[in-house]
């Protein structure tokens, strides 16, 4: 069951979170932040900054050194292994480099979102629900891989393995979609395809996005607002028109910025004039997507 | 440095002087270590009798051919004999080193101080004693026969199989096991989702690959009595019926060949 962010407050909100790895690095400096029912944020930074250290302590594969994270009601830092177990079914996550289990079907990788779901006999000798395949299969004719779901994951191009991690992250059917570097290793016109697919998923289901991402474009393409990391503090929160030159070189240091912000602007008129985006899609939505392979 | 500056301009070579002369050093001793142990081995040899080998080989040759292929209908009992050992021994060393391994693999075991150490000093001791050794002892233990040939062969290959199952588990890609426990995933189910798919391949090839091993070293357990071709074998040499001999030789080669080419084919299938 989704519970909806209540009286009105943060869905997720993270008060003076720090991570001090075993070598002694601080990767976090007590960070707060706040994200609203229903946003997609950006989180950018340099390599190193603490991007993946963050959302890998709200859903604490990560263990946090000290600070709370708040989901909806629900205090994850305090929680035992079966109840943050439970925790982890409400939020999703999409990888860098997909991280699908390579020499499983398609069908066992999107199911594998059920597994807090369902007990170990069960998954094992994979008799999921009816009600879960189902919802695999519209997940990924949403995505367009309706008729991929025998394939081995390996079988798979770039584009199509990140939008099995999408079901799989889907399928959990999570508030909160904690994802990191989705288009690290896709080429530019994939990673739009995935980062739009990821909003308009988030759109529809009135999910909260994290999304860590080194493209400050894509970041200021395709989130509400973003956050940009530096050495484990914020350094900027705001919408993506603020990002100025100054501030990326807050986050990122002294560069010539100019090229970035001026061809954001362009291609965000572009992307505008030849692309008309329904606001609901009609399923199966795969003729769209078949571009994508 | 093998980088130095030489009127003005800066040169590079591979090693610098004193490099140079240490490698010098090391060959000058490893050869002047081979002259001399092959002076101590040539004073101990009785050269007479190596001067005299290939007449011997040549006479112990002729004494084995034709083979006696009338002795071959009593051979295929102890050959059947010789794979099944082969065949138990594996299937029993698969069973206890899948667990074995599970403990041993820095990434899976309960506990690294604790039960990784146990785990690998299994490993260590099976893996040192020579399945001919496990035999010797087990003969005198539980009798002669199979079933002591088939705990040597198990015993012998705990620690091979575990081993390189341990190792196979410990190069497995984090990130996958990552994704499976983020979805809440209990441990057992994250066993079975993140790791088993990635470490299948690896622990069929090792279980095939040790059960050809095995086929080989089973047709000596016979020597010392833990059934097998190795029984008929050893009769006929104290017998000095090296016609027997030479069929025994030739059917354990066809074996062990028709052995290796199934284990291929396998391979070839997983992989």
Not at chain 1, 123 to 146: C, H, M, N, T, W
Not at chain 2, 65 to 73: E, K
Not at chain 2, 78 to 89: E, M, R, V, Y
Request: aromatic residues 8%; charged residues 20%.
């Amino acid at each position: 069951m989704r519970s909806i962010g209540y009286g009105g407050g943060p869905m997720l909100r993270i008060k003076g979170l720090t991570k001090r790895y075993r070598t002694g690095d601080l990767a976090l400096k007590g960070i707060d932040l706040d994200v609203p029912d229903g946003q997609v944020m950006a989180l950018i930074g340099p390599s190193g900054a603490g991007k993946s250290t963050v959302i890998r302590c709200i859903n604490r594969l990560v263990e946090p050194t000290a600070g709370t994270v708040m989901l909806n009601d629900l205090e994850v830092t305090t929680l035992g292994r079966g109840e943050l177990r439970r925790a982890r079914r409400r939020m999703g996550m999409i990888f860098q480099e997909y991280a699908l289990v390579e020499r499983l079907s398609v069908m066992e990788n999107v199911l594998s979102g059920r597994l807090g779901y369902v007990g170990f006999w069960q998954s094992y000798f994979r008799k999921f629900p009816q009600s879960d395949i189902d919802e695999a299969f519209r997940l990924l004719a949403r995505v367009g891989l309706d008729h991929m779901a025998d394939k081995r994951a390996d079988e798979l191009s770039g584009g199509q393995r990140q939008r099995v991690g999408i079901c799989r992250a889907l399928i959990q059917n999570p508030e909160l979609l904690l994802v990191d570097e989705p288009t690290a290793s896709l080429d530019p016109k994939t990673s739009r395809q995935i980062m739009r697919l990821i909003k308009e998923l988030c759109a529809e289901r009135k999910l909260s996005a994290i999304i860590n991402i080194h493209d400050v474009m894509l970041a200021q393409m395709f989130a509400e607002r973003i956050v940009g990391l530096r050495v484990g503090e914020i350094v900027y929160d705001g919408p993506p028109e603020n990002l100025t030159a100054d501030v990326l070189t807050k986050i990122y240091g002294e560069e010539d910025w100019s090229a970035t912000i001026r061809k954001v602007d362009d291609e965000a008129a572009e992307m505008e004039a030849d692309e008309v985006i329904p606001p609901e899609l009609p399923l199966p939505s795969r003729d769209r997507m078949a571009g994508l392979t | 440095m093998a980088t130095a500056i030489k009127d003005g301009t800066k040169v590079w070579q591979r090693r610098d002087r004193k490099a140079q002369f240490a490698t010098w050093g090391v060959y000058l001793t490893g050869t002047a270590i081979f002259v001399y142990c092959w002076e101590l081995i040539s004073e101990k040899t009785t050269w007479a009798f190596v001067w005299d080998a290939p007449a011997q080989a040549g006479d112990l040759f002729a004494r084995m051919v034709p083979p006696d292929w009338n002795s071959i209908h009593g051979l295929w009992w102890p050959i059947w004999d010789t794979l099944n050992i082969a065949t138990l021994g594996t299937l029993m060393a698969i069973i206890i080193a899948v667990p074995v391994a599970y403990c041993a693999a820095r990434n899976t075991t309960p506990s690294v101080a604790f039960v990784r150490p146990v785990a690998l000093f299994i490993i260590v001791s099976s893996r040192s004693i020579n399945s001919l050794i496990w035999a010797l002892m087990l003969v005198t233990i539980i009798g002669p026969g199979v079933f002591a040939g088939i705990l040597s062969i198990g015993l012998r290959s705990i620690g091979f199989c575990a081993k390189l199952l341990y190792e196979a588990i410990e190069e497995i890609d984090e990130s996958q096991v990552e994704a499976v426990r983020a979805t809440g995933a209990s441990g057992g189910q994250v066993t079975a989702y993140g790791i088993v798919p990635q470490v299948l391949p690896a622990f069929a090839g090792i279980s095939v690959f040790r059960w050809d091993i095995n086929i080989r070293e089973s047709t000596v357990l016979g020597l010392v009595g833990a059934g097998g071709i190795g029984l008929p074998l050893n009769a006929a040499i104290t017998t000095l019926a090296w016609t027997q001999v030479s069929l025994i030789l030739l059917l354990i080669i066809a074996t062990v060949v028709a052995g290796e080419w199934v284990s291929a084919k396998v391979r070839h299938a997983i992989i």
